[in-house]
């Protein structure tokens, strides 16, 4: 099992000690690094400032959001950056919400997440493979574009960059079953943003098509980890981000995160936070989170807890955990244990 850093997206700015957190993870042993994105720092940037200030590490975006560029701009971010840092890019991707999407990206979310996201790989690996010029005639991309609205002048076009690796790794953060399925089929790694080791059976059937693949195949959970005495405290980030995932990112009618607590058992608990939110009540959404939910989809405690926790870890498919973790002490401790 490999161990990567996840540093998400910023808050109100810059976290100085971020690149610091980075470079400890690579002196530590840490296989990859992580940069995300939500409706204010991007993810590409701050990952090409920490490329500039490593050397082996890889990197990746967990998750770049398909409505914030076209999936041709997306694929130059890649391949520039995959230039730039030796091969070590990986580019991860996320079809977000329709609250982000329509509220934030001024685009209407598409009535078939499934066919949008196959189309929008297609396109990138069009780009990367560079075997021709990038062609595509589908229900939300278009290449060249043929709507009414265009000239008609458009014409098919090949990257004038040769990609460095024309199979740079593509990840998805899936939640749904179908969402998953597919991502088993048409990608190289999977993000889950919730995974836990007690419950196999939520995943199980969606991750079936991986028996009939050959090659590597990525399944890289965020972990949320703190080496701690007071485990109810060392959960209550877990809880915070619990609870403005399931509460706040995504409507009552819709919310994919909701939906996923829902699957993992605890359905009347995430409708509960849901409506909290929703009235505004959020440091009780917070604490309706239940500590059972955030105990098992993180590693909080002792060294030994954790020591006996990552067991069950190492029983899953997971290839890799995605540390999120502010604290250089916990990273350490991880790489003990795990490398």
Same mark, same amino acid.
């Given at each position: 099992?490999?161990?990567?850093?996840?540093?998400?997206?910023?808050?109100?700015?810059?976290?100085?000690?971020?690149?610091?957190?980075?470079?400890?993870?690579?002196?530590?042993?840490?296989?990859?690094?992580?940069?995300?994105?939500?409706?204010?720092?991007?993810?590409?940037?701050?990952?090409?400032?920490? /490329?500039?200030?490593?050397?082996?590490?890889?990197?990746?975006?967990?998750?770049?959001?398909?409505? /914030?560029?076209?999936?041709?701009?997306?694929?130059?971010?890649?391949?520039?950056?995959?230039?730039?840092?030796?091969?070590?890019?990986?580019?991860?991707?996320?079809?977000?919400?329709?609250?982000?999407?329509?509220?934030?990206?001024?685009?209407?979310?598409?009535?078939?997440?499934?066919?949008?996201?196959?189309?929008?790989?297609?396109?990138?690996?069009?780009?990367?493979?560079?075997?021709?010029?990038?062609?595509?005639?589908?229900?939300?991309?278009?290449?060249?574009?043929?709507?009414?609205?265009?000239?008609?002048?458009?014409?098919?076009?090949?990257?004038?960059?040769?990609?460095?690796?024309?199979?740079?790794?593509?990840?998805?953060?899936?939640?749904?079953?179908?969402?998953?399925?597919?991502?088993?089929?048409?990608?190289?790694?999977?993000?889950?943003?919730?995974?836990?080791?007690?419950?196999?059976?939520?995943?199980?059937?969606?991750?079936?098509?991986?028996?009939?693949?050959?090659?590597?195949?990525?399944?890289?959970?965020?972990?949320?980890?703190?080496?701690?005495?007071?485990?109810?405290?060392?959960?209550?980030?877990?809880?915070?981000?619990?609870?403005?995932?399931?509460?706040?990112?995504?409507?009552?009618?819709?919310?994919?995160?909701?939906?996923?607590?829902?699957?993992?058992?605890?359905?009347?608990?995430?409708?509960?936070?849901?409506?909290?939110?929703? /009235?505004?009540?959020?440091?009780?959404?917070?604490?309706?989170?239940?500590?059972?939910?955030?105990?098992?989809?993180?590693?909080?405690?002792?060294?030994?807890?954790?020591?006996?926790?990552?067991?069950?870890?190492?029983?899953?498919?997971?290839?890799?955990?995605?540390?999120?973790?502010?604290?250089?002490?916990?990273?350490?401790?991880?790489?003990?244990?795990?490398?």
């Amino acid at each position: 099992m490999r161990l990567g850093l996840a540093l998400g997206y910023w808050g109100r700015g810059p976290d100085p000690d971020r690149l610091g957190l980075a470079r400890e993870a690579e002196r530590l042993g840490y296989d990859s690094v992580w940069t995300s994105e939500a409706w204010g720092s991007d993810a590409f940037t701050p990952l090409t400032w920490i /490329a500039a200030h490593t050397s082996r590490i890889r990197l990746g975006t967990a998750v770049a959001q398909m409505a /914030a560029r076209t999936p041709t701009a997306t694929a130059m971010h890649a391949l520039t950056l995959d230039h730039l840092s030796g091969g070590r890019m990986m580019l991860g991707l996320g079809l977000s919400g329709p609250q982000v999407v329509e509220g934030w990206y001024g685009r209407p979310f598409p009535a078939s997440p499934l066919t949008a996201t196959r189309e929008y790989v297609d396109v990138v690996r069009q780009v990367l493979r560079r075997e021709g010029p990038v062609v595509h005639e589908g229900r939300y991309h278009s290449h060249p574009y043929t709507g009414p609205d265009g000239t008609g002048l458009g014409r098919p076009l090949k990257s004038i960059t040769h990609p460095l690796r024309p199979a740079l790794p593509v990840l998805l953060g899936a939640e749904g079953p179908k969402n998953v399925a597919q991502t088993a089929k048409i990608a190289d790694g999977w993000l889950p943003l919730y995974w836990s080791p007690l419950r196999p059976e939520v995943y199980e059937e969606s991750l079936a098509p991986l028996a009939g693949r050959t090659g590597d195949f990525m399944i890289a959970p965020l972990v949320r980890a703190a080496v701690c005495d007071d485990i109810a405290r060392g959960l209550l980030p877990v809880k915070t981000m619990l609870g403005f995932y399931i509460g706040g990112m995504g409507h009552t009618s819709r919310n994919f995160h909701a939906d996923l607590m829902a699957r993992m058992g605890y359905e009347e608990e995430a409708r509960k936070v849901q409506r909290l939110f929703a /009235a505004g009540r959020r440091e009780e959404a917070v604490r309706a989170v239940p500590d059972a939910f955030a105990d098992e989809i993180s590693l909080v405690g002792p060294r030994a807890r954790i020591a006996e926790r990552l067991e069950l870890w190492r029983t899953t498919p997971a290839t890799d955990l995605l540390v999120t973790s502010p604290d250089p002490a916990t990273l350490r401790v991880l790489a003990e244990l795990v490398l």
